[in-house]
């Protein structure tokens, strides 16, 4: 069965204290992965793409990059507005128009 | 764009009612989901649909039904509620095309307690 899993569960980083996320998957001959931004009480909100190893996305202090086994979430110099949970998927491996999700990364930035 | 919108924001229920979950999207997506969310245990699948009139179950869809009449409108039903599905309920769309995985776009949510 592919997995997904997301490390560390949570992450506490003081505000300009620069860190990294981690998403591994089991799944073969991978379709994508997506990161997602959740908020409490909000739907998540999508973030990045990525297709092939060695591709790399930024979106302000966030960059996001993918090898073959693994994905990670960059955070530098993080804002306490940067505090969500922050969730990876990979597409099924019986139908891609599926995500599986991972658990997600709980991270709160303290001023 | 309204994106995708979702009705209640939040519903209490008594074991053994039934209630529909609505969910609505207007960017004229082929793929919609129903996921339930659970503290800590991330998202899970429970039915989608890849186009009016088809569906299909995912990980978890005992207790529920769902229905696609139409490209826009893919209402979850609840029959006979038990406390086990008090959760989160998001409802997604995506547009997808043969040979590549696309993003899906999450409503605001449904929060959900039986009693």
């Known amino acids: 069965e592919d997995q997904v899993t997301q490390s560390p569960e949570a992450l506490r980083l003081q505000e300009g204290e620069s860190s990294s996320l981690n998403c591994s998957y089991t799944?073969?001959?991978?379709?994508?992965l997506f990161w997602y931004r959740q908020d409490p009480g909000k739907g998540p909100e999508f973030l990045f793409t990525?297709?092939?190893a060695g591709e790399e996305k930024e979106k302000e202090r966030l960059k996001a990059t993918l090898t073959k086994k693994e994905s990670f979430l960059h955070i530098t110099a993080p804002k306490p507005e940067d505090s969500a949970t922050y969730l990876c998927?990979?597409?099924?491996?019986?139908?891609?128009?599926?995500?599986?999700f991972g658990a997600g990364t709980q991270v709160v930035v303290t001023p | 764009n309204a994106g995708v919108t979702q009705t209640p924001k939040f519903r209490i229920l008594k074991i053994g009612q039934s209630m529909t979950l609505q969910c609505t999207q207007d960017m004229n997506h082929n793929y919609m989901y129903w996921y339930r969310q659970d503290p800590g245990m991330g998202l899970k699948l429970i039915y989608y649909?890849?186009?009016?009139?088809?569906?299909d179950k995912g990980e978890v869809p005992n207790g529920y039904n769902v229905s696609r009449s139409t490209t826009e409108d893919f209402p979850l039903r609840l029959e006979l509620a038990a406390p086990s599905q008090t959760s989160v309920y998001f409802c997604?769309?995506?547009?997808?095309?043969?040979?590549?995985?696309?993003?899906?776009?999450f409503g605001p949510g449904t929060r959900l307690t039986v009693l």
């Open positions: 799944v073969s001959g991978l379709r994508g």
């Open positions: 990525l297709y092939s």
């Open positions: 998927a990979v597409p099924n491996r019986d139908s891609w128009g599926k995500l599986q």
């Open positions: 649909s890849v186009g009016a009139g088809i569906t």
């Open positions: 997604a769309s995506s547009y997808y095309r043969t040979g590549q995985a696309h993003e899906q776009f």
